[in-house]
């Protein structure tokens, strides 16, 4: 066969396998080309997302990044957008802005108290002083405030080594946590009994204190109706993902004081294998 016969076969080969390709690409939905680049519809949603957000409009931007899921669900970028929808959710949870279906409006009654109210709404007393840019706990009759009214579950996969916090049917963040080694964690649903703020860690034969590096319980502890296991912070962050807990599960301290914030005592928690 004529060489250059050859070569121009093997050219148009390579053209039909690239133009196939791209096509390919094209029709999967996925936003990102050679380049990173994002298409235009999706470049243009983001920008809308993003001036809601800038404008504390978190259920607004929320909503984009759900479209942009269901608009394109081969992106790569679809598990940051999904990261994305579980910050705005705790934005919106966590800003002085009102969320139908989530937060009621609370005109504060003589002898109320932050303690009083977060006890009526079974909510926490560190939520509503987010919200409400409380720096203190002094409020005054008359005054109306933001406060949450969400009925909080907590579900924990051990097999995955997350932690679902979830209103209703709704999952409204995923946290990436440690489980119990050798399937150390208790299987079954139980009920945060206890809260604390910088626990001290009641070793066998010894007490150690928060601000000591070797207290593994991090910033916060959640102890559940089970004793001797909750839901703890960590000193060792890089563990997060694994089952190399002692039965409790860890979280990385940011992720555990916010959590901390949220769900009251009382707060049912599920744990599956």
Not at 234 to 248: A, R, S
Request: net charge positive; hydrophobic share 40%; aromatic share 8%.
């Amino acid at each position: 066969m004529n060489k250059k016969l050859v070569i121009s076969i093997s050219v148009v080969i390579i053209l039909i396998i690239a133009i196939i390709f791209l096509l390919a690409r094209k029709g999967s939905g996925t936003t990102l080309g050679f380049r990173g680049r994002i298409s235009p519809q999706a470049a243009s949603l983001i920008a809308q997302a993003n001036g809601f957000e800038a404008d504390k409009d978190f259920v607004q931007a929320k909503l984009i990044y759900q479209k942009l899921i269901a608009d394109f669900p081969s992106s790569r970028d679809l598990a940051g957008w999904q990261r994305k929808i579980d910050s705005l959710n705790v934005g919106a949870i966590a800003s002085p802005n009102q969320v139908e279906g989530w937060s009621v409006a609370y005109e504060i009654k003589p002898g109320d108290s932050l303690f009083k109210i977060a006890k009526k709404f079974n909510t926490t007393v560190e939520l509503i002083r987010k919200c409400n840019n409380f720096a203190s706990d002094r409020i005054v009759p008359g005054q109306k405030i933001k406060v949450v009214n969400m009925p909080f579950k907590i579900f924990v996969d051990k097999s995955q080594n997350i932690l679902l916090l979830k209103s209703n049917d709704e999952v409204i963040k995923t946290y990436i946590v440690s489980t119990g080694k050798n399937n150390s964690s208790p299987v079954g649903t139980f009920k945060i009994t206890t809260k604390l703020e910088n626990p001290t860690w009641f070793k066998a034969g010894a007490v150690i204190p928060a601000d000591s590096p070797e207290n593994i319980l991090g910033s916060r502890w959640m102890g559940f109706d089970l004793a001797g296991y909750g839901i703890h912070g960590t000193t060792e962050p890089n563990n997060l993902g694994k089952q190399v807990t002692q039965g409790c599960v860890r979280m990385a301290n940011s992720d555990v004081e916010e959590l901390y914030m949220i769900v009251p005592a009382g707060t049912e928690v599920t744990i599956v294998d």
